[in-house]
């Protein structure tokens, strides 16, 4: 039997791991449940010859394809983006490329200022304090000045524009557009603990330096020495529920896969906006028939991805290649709305340096550009180190038939409903798409490239699980209020990407992060009459 | 001795032709063919969750062929992997997905490129910082970034 705790969070990663440092100054009792382990950088696949293979295998971006013990699988069949996750301390920031742009004040009044969507229950204003105790936290390296975006200051410089980030900036001075270096999370400079980047390349799926930042190496071992409790291979089946409506703890299996019951006082969900709607609705009961926290009927509801529209071409000069972390710059040119375009909202464009050898090959291969036999060689020496590349990272709006469910045959090694996918990219998010395509080659041909191919939309580029559990102000439109406290059970909160109104057209973890601090600070608030 | 090989000799000859057809040995870059038997031995070695689509692609390329590759002439053996490559979907891109992967991690293919056969850690790479002047027009530029309102 488990004594119970004060706080229950599930899911370690971006969101998890940043409530439970904020929540630890409380000294209560804090326990996170992760479905995943501790990751060993010694085994990264950076570290070993065969680094770019196992992106195809066990470091691959979907859970499906990687079907390491600690993942579940999604049917994802019905969606032209396939789910990307990661599980394990740290979750998704484990398994990502570091690009940490905030949202803009703009996302947070889309039906203010341009007629769609709704706008959200906060403001950026009141997220600046959390986005720059994130920034320090996490450890952002960037540089100030940026007219793009709200002024901000990264507590490190930014990474070097390198041979490709100088190859992309001429280019967009040629056609007068905004460019910028990209704010990551990768240490330039040794950065509390973490040693500095020494340009491995092969950042997105984990980092052997240490210099990306993951929750497990920044977030996760401050709150563990302030006295959370993190309990890994544990998989939560349900939360529970009383007579009087408040939730009671969970029953989740633990790494022997026996059934466990933890009673928590209150449970916070930080299982990012794909795992926080299967969990809810896996949660039924005689009191929420349609799932936890879910009168409203918006759990699960206007998913949302951000659609990748990726184009990139050849240059004679030499690139960066994978000698690098793969992001290095943004644009911002066309983020906001200009209704001349043919859509509303916008999209961020990021610039890549380029791909390791056998990814080119593969790569090239399929799209035609390689060929087998004798013209071969030839070919991808000139290919190879030399690819210049960018996607617009397109706003997706909220559409209710986008969406998870449980899906009704397929589970997991435990018996627990797979979630299910049901989602179509809507009509401005296409023509926004075109229009990042039709402007990303003027880019590349601004830049001299050739043999130009278009991915879009990525096939497993479903990075960013956003929407499925929204905050707002009316319980009929919304799961949680504006301080991340469930509507319908008053102990039950989400810090994750699911609470997303709208998705903005940028990365979502920096501001995944900073709406968990934001939430936890609500909370901390407010423990006197946290229930009332 | 149990025979712990993923693929049966036919299998294997038909894999190593077909590598060979892929990629062919060049005298004029100095490089193996992908049928060069060290490359052909990490193929096998790491096929692993492979197995079955690459196995797939190879029964595929029997029927195709109707006997072995290698006892195909050479424009027949050509037509049947250029049939393979068109028609075998997601089975003969896995297959050609190994072949390029062990390929062009052998340490002679690496330093043909110009690189060093080692992995990306503990080493590292040199990154050049690049002209930052190239960012002084866009620092002259507006803002372009709308403010918006507080909270409602």
């Not at chain 1, 940026?146 to 709200?150: E, I, L, N, S």
């Not at chain 1, 879009?456 to 990075?463: A, E, N, Q, R, V």
């Given at each position: 039997m488990n004594d119970p705790v004060d706080v229950l969070i599930i899911g370690a990663g971006a969101s998890g791991a940043a409530v439970a440092w904020s929540l630890a100054e409380t000294k209560m009792h804090i326990l996170c449940l992760e479905q995943g382990g501790w990751m060993n950088p010694?085994?990264?696949?950076?570290?070993?010859?065969d680094w770019e293979a196992r992106f195809f295998g066990?470091?691959?971006?979907s859970p499906n394809i990687r079907a390491r013990p600690e993942d579940y699988p999604i049917?994802?069949?019905?969606?032209p983006i396939k789910v990307v996750n990661f599980n394990a301390v740290g979750g998704g920031t484990i398994f990502y490329t570091a690009h940490f742009p905030r949202l803009h004040p703009s996302d947070f009044r889309v039906r203010s200022l341009d007629g769609v969507a709704e706008d959200w229950p906060i403001d950026y204003d009141t997220l600046v304090p959390f986005f720059e105790e994130n920034d320090r936290m996490m450890g952002v390296s960037g540089l100030a000045g940026?007219?793009?975006?709200?002024p901000r200051n990264p507590p490190m410089l930014p990474l070097p524009l390198g041979r490709s980030g100088a190859l992309l900036g001429k280019a967009m001075n040629r056609l007068g557009w905004h460019w910028w270096p990209s704010d990551t999370t990768v240490a330039t400079v040794d950065y509390e603990g973490r040693a500095k980047c020494?340009?491995?390349?092969?950042?997105?799926?984990?980092?052997a330096q240490g210099a990306k930042a993951s929750t497990d190496i920044t977030y996760w071992p401050v709150a563990q020495r302030a006295g959370v409790e993190l309990r890994t291979h544990c998989r939560v089946r349900e939360i529970t529920t009383d007579e009087h409506g408040m939730a009671t703890g969970v029953v989740y299996y633990d790494a022997d896969g026996a059934e466990q019951f933890q009673a928590a006082h209150v449970v916070v969900l930080a299982c990012n906006g794909v795992g926080t709607p299967r969990l809810l609705l896996n949660?039924?009961?005689?009191?929420f028939p349609n799932g936890l926290a879910n009168s409203s009927g918006f759990?699960?509801?206007?998913l949302m991805f951000h659609p990748y529209a990726q184009v990139y071409g050849y240059v004679d000069a030499e690139t960066d290649s994978n000698r690098a972390p793969p992001t290095c710059l943004w644009s911002k040119e066309f983020y906001e709305t200009d209704k001349s375009r043919g859509f509303v909202r916008g999209y961020t464009f990021q610039f890549g340096r380029g791909v390791g050898p056998v990814v080119e090959a593969v790569a090239s291969e399929q799209k035609g550009l390689l060929p087998w036999g004798a013209g071969h060689h030839a070919a991808f020496r000139r290919l190879n180190g030399h690819r210049l590349g960018l996607s617009a990272i397109c706003e997706d709006l909220p559409e209710e038939h986008n969406r998870v469910t449980l899906d009704p045959e397929l589970k997991d090694c435990h018996g627990i409903p797979a979630p299910r996918i049901d989602y179509t990219i809507g009509e401005n998010t296409a023509r926004m798409m075109e229009h990042g395509i039709a402007h990303a080659k003027e880019i590349l041909a601004a830049a001299n490239a050739t043999d130009i191919c278009v991915n879009?939309?990525?096939?497993?580029?479903?990075?960013h699980l956003l929407g499925t559990a929204r905050m707002g102000t009316d319980p009929a439109r919304s799961v949680i209020n504006e301080w991340g406290r469930s509507h319908d059970v008053k102990n039950l909160f989400i810090v994750d990407g699911?609470?997303?109104v709208t998705s903005g057209g940028v990365n979502p973890t920096s501001t995944i992060q900073a709406l968990a601090l934001y939430i936890a600070d609500q909370m901390k608030q407010r423990l006197a009459n946290l229930f009332d | 001795m149990a025979d712990d090989n993923p693929l049966t000799p036919a299998q294997r000859d038909d894999l190593r032709a077909l590598a060979g057809i892929i990629i062919p040995a060049s005298a004029e870059f100095d490089v193996p063919g992908a049928d060069d038997p060290a490359i052909q031995a990490d193929m096998l070695a790491t096929l692993g969750r492979d197995t079955d689509p690459v196995r797939e692609a190879l029964d595929q390329l029997a029927r195709l062929a109707g006997?072995?590759?290698?006892?195909?002439d050479p424009a027949r053996r050509q037509a049947v992997a250029m049939e393979l490559r068109a028609t075998g979907g997601r089975a003969i891109a896995t297959l050609t997905r190994v072949v390029l992967q062990c390929y062009y991690r052998d340490d002679r293919v690496v330093r043909s490129l110009g690189?060093?056969?080692?992995?990306?850690?503990?080493?590292g790479h040199v990154l050049e910082d690049g002209d930052?002047?190239?960012?002084n027009p866009v620092r002259a530029r507006p803002p372009l970034w709308r403010r918006a309102s507080s909270s409602p």
């Open positions: 010694a085994t990264y696949p950076s570290t070993g010859r066990d470091y691959s971006p049917n994802d069949d019905n969606s940026d007219p793009g975006v709200p020494i340009n491995l390349g092969h950042c997105t799926p984990a980092c949660s039924s009961s005689g009191r759990v699960g509801k206007n879009s939309p990525i096939l497993h580029g479903g990075w699911s609470v997303f | 006997a072995p590759l290698t006892g195909l690189l060093e056969p080692r992995p990306p850690y503990p080493k930052w002047s190239l960012l």
